[in-house]
């Protein structure tokens, strides 16, 4: 019996997998396909699809079906109609959560949306209620490789960087939302690689929340970044390392 309940324990573990790389697939399609339609088939002149194309690949979408979602773009090949907007809210605790929709139907979207707050113990606000506490960027990662923190930020204010954050395997280097590219090049000019270079909200100010209400904060955003039309989920929430480590535990 221990022996079944493992094997099905790991099937139920890769149908996940697979459904969440299913998901994924399909919202860099969309991006890429929506990417082309406002900018043009061709990377080198189109950095919002260079970014989509990147992040595709590094998450093992297939060359076909990046090929494929470029051409629904250029119109080479039939394709959806796909409305971009933001969706803005609060979680558990007045936390606030602002998001990059994509759909093909709004009102089935906004439906879900609403649901899907208001089940996780959030709500759907009004355009602009929480928008303002969130300033654009624009956010590049840095692999380490032996680079110091230091060496980084000389090369990054060089190229026009706002600041350097280090995380634990990489560098982020954030810069004015629309600055993003001539700091990428300046950084690719020294000779630096550059694994993501994106637009990203980072907030003004956070909410610390803890205990029930961290459960249900991460039980939304879960939701909402399975929701086939949410591109990207940003939130102010200010969680400790202890509650992640009572949660992962």
């Not at 099937?11 to 969309?30: L, M, N, P, V, W």
């Not at 810069?175 to 003004?204: I, Y």
Request: charged content about 30%.
């Amino acid at each position: 019996m221990s022996g079944h309940n493992k094997w099905t324990n790991i099937k139920q573990k890769k149908g996940k997998e697979d459904a969440k790389r299913g998901r994924i697939f399909t919202k860099y399609s969309k991006e890429i396909i929506v990417a082309v339609k406002t900018g043009g088939s061709d990377p080198a002149m189109n950095m919002r699809l260079k970014t989509a194309v990147e992040k595709a690949k590094a998450s093992n979408m297939p060359n076909d079906t990046i090929d494929r979602a470029i051409k629904k773009g250029a119109g080479e090949l039939d394709g959806v109609n796909y409305e971009e907007f933001n969706y803005e809210g609060y979680g558990p605790g007045g936390v606030a959560v602002y998001l990059d929709i994509m759909t093909d139907n709004r009102n089935r979207t906004a439906g879900d949306i609403r649901h899907i707050f208001s089940k996780n113990g959030g709500s759907l606000g009004e355009t602009g209620c929480v928008g303002w506490m969130f300033d654009k960027k624009g956010l590049i990662t840095i692999p380490k490789d032996g680079m110091t923190e230091d060496e980084l930020m000389l090369y990054a204010l060089e190229a026009g960087a706002e600041d350097v954050v280090d995380e634990v395997e990489s560098f982020e280097v954030y810069t004015d939302f629309g600055d993003l590219q001539d700091v990428r090049k300046g950084l690719e000019d020294e000779g630096l690689h550059v694994a993501t270079s994106e637009l990203t909200m980072v907030p003004q100010n956070t909410v610390a929340i803890e205990g029930k209400q961290v459960e249900q904060f991460l039980k939304l955003i879960d939701a909402l970044e399975d929701h086939d039309d949410v591109q990207n989920v940003y939130s102010n929430a200010d969680i400790s390392d202890e509650e992640m480590e009572r949660i992962g535990g």
